[in-house]
């Protein structure tokens, strides 16, 4: 049967290429230290954000965890109702938090 070939062959498959590579330097080179992984954030806050803007969006944040517990605490019974509950009361706390000082920085702005 004939088998048509391309000409040249299909590029090699790097992902495959890089992984035979490693695998033979793990086994020929069993001292060599691995890179580390490049240590990038995964997430990060703008170093230009706002004061306003950031305790806006923490504002949200807490109400959205707030909400979500609330959730959770209906389909749970016993003591794991009770944490989520408590979590809950922490995440209101520092809504409040959060809350005075959204008051105060608007009385700075008009005042």
């Known amino acids: 049967m ?3 070939t391309p000409n040249p062959p299909n590029d090699p498959n790097l992902k495959l290429d890089q992984a035979a590579r490693r695998a033979i330097d793990h086994a020929l080179n069993p001292n060599a230290e691995p890179s580390p992984p ?3 954030p ?3 806050v703008a170093d ?3 004061n306003e803007m950031l305790v806006a969006n923490s504002y949200e944040t807490f109400s959205s965890v707030t909400a979500l517990l609330l959730d ?3 389909e749970l019974t016993g003591k794991q109702r009770d944490v989520a ?6 995440s209101e706390l520092g809504m409040l938090l959060v809350d005075k000082l959204m008051e105060r920085e608007a009385a700075v702005a008009a005042g």
């Open 2 to 4: 004939y088998k048509v």
């Open 48 to 50: 230009d954000a706002s």
């Open 42 to 44: 995964l997430f990060s």
């Open 72 to 74: 959770l605490s209906d």
């Open 85 to 90: 509950l408590a979590i809950h009361q922490l």
């Open 38 to 40: 490049p240590s990038t």
